[in-house]
């Protein structure tokens, strides 16, 4: 059960358009390890609503105005929703640092 402020962040993320990328799903509470993203997932076709999931390694990351959307290399497109309020965020950041600093030397992975 989620909380009805974060009932309403999972709507507004629902209700946004993203005409280049079909989601798999919506992810809430996220924190970034490994290369994966850990958090609990919603309206998901492979998972429950609410489950806990730890995603395939991240390949890409792609910045909206206001969301951010991973790629994994399974090919799912997760929306991230919200950031685990002890770090979430400044994870995700520390991704970006290392796409950012990868993609001069020719990594597979990427930022956009």
């Known amino acids: 059960m989620i909380s009805p402020y974060k009932a309403v962040l999972l709507v507004n993320a629902m209700l946004e358009n993203y005409p280049d990328y079909v989601i798999t799903g919506y992810l809430m509470d996220v924190y970034i390890s490994s290369y994966c993203a850990i958090g609990h997932v919603y309206k998901s076709v492979d998972y429950g609503n609410g489950v806990l999931m730890l995603s395939e390694e991240i390949s890409k ?52």
């Open 61 to 112: 990351v792609v910045e909206y105005d206001r969301r951010y959307l991973i790629e994994t290399v399974d090919g799912e497109r997760l929306l991230l929703v919200n950031f685990h309020p002890c770090g979430g965020r400044k994870s995700l950041k520390f991704l970006l640092e290392l796409f950012t600093s990868g993609a001069m030397s020719g990594s597979r992975y990427c930022v956009q």
